[in-house]
């Protein structure tokens, strides 16, 4: 197993963490496997840092033998950033079509796109699973109730527009006179940006939870 995620409550205060847990973390067989997502295993888990502090060993992560590339990550950082997001793929049935009017409007008078501004396809807590093909939302083994997105690992990081942390801005452009949806990436940081996985074809991984069962139960679905 590979780490692939790692987030302490203190960082992330909009997510609810199970009670006497503060630490989340997310690993997965970073292998193809034969099952209905064809792709890593992943395995989540809510832990208390104080217990995992008490054990602590230092030293080198395990690297697995072997692995698929598309499910290895590079070892980086988050800089969580709040955000308002609406839904993309998830739009109400219909609501698409009935504001494209609206969209093509926005995008004449104001120059931005809905979805580029209002949306996020970005690794991300919370808002809307980050799908690349429609939505396939699953409902709770124990409970049958629609599961909460948790979180998206995305492959998709670009290294411009709306979304680009400030920190990481090209500082040749000017910022006061560019819009966050034409910023674009100081090339130095780009080097370094995101987790490097390719995900299949650009896809991503979506977590969801139920809060309602016990010991919030959790799974996942894969796209790409
Ligand atoms: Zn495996
Ligand atoms: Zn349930």
Redesign the pocket.
Do not use: F, G, K, Q
């Given at each position: 197993m590979v780490p692939v995620v790692q987030l302490y409550a203190r960082n992330v205060p909009d997510l609810v963490f199970p009670a006497g847990t503060d630490l989340l973390q997310i690993l997965w067989?970073p292998?193809v496997?034969e099952d209905d997502q064809y792709a890593a295993?992943p395995r989540l888990y809510w832990r208390s840092s104080a217990l995992i502090a008490a054990g602590a060993t230092a030293g080198e992560p395990p690297r697995p033998h072997t692995a698929e590339g598309d499910y290895l990550p590079r070892p980086c950082t988050v800089s969580p950033t709040p955000a308002v997001e609406y839904p993309n793929w998830d739009l109400p049935e219909g609501l698409g079509e009935l504001l494209d009017e609206r969209f093509e409007a926005l995008k004449d008078e104001r120059g931005y796109d809905y979805f580029e501004v209002a949306t996020t396809q970005q690794s991300k807590v919370g808002g809307y699973p980050g799908w690349t093909q429609p939505p396939d939302w699953p409902d709770c083994a124990g409970c049958g109730t629609r599961m909460e997105h948790l979180l998206s690992v995305t492959a998709t990081e670009p290294g411009m527009g709306r979304w680009l942390p400030l920190d990481d801005r090209d500082p040749r452009q000017d910022g006061d006179a560019t819009p966050s949806w034409r910023a674009e990436a100081d090339p130095g940081a780009l080097v370094a940006f995101g987790h490097g996985m390719d995900l299949g074809d650009l896809g991503g991984m979506y977590f969801f939870v139920c809060r309602i069962c016990p010991d919030t139960p959790y799974t996942h679905r894969y796209d790409c």
């Open positions: 067989c292998l496997h295993n």
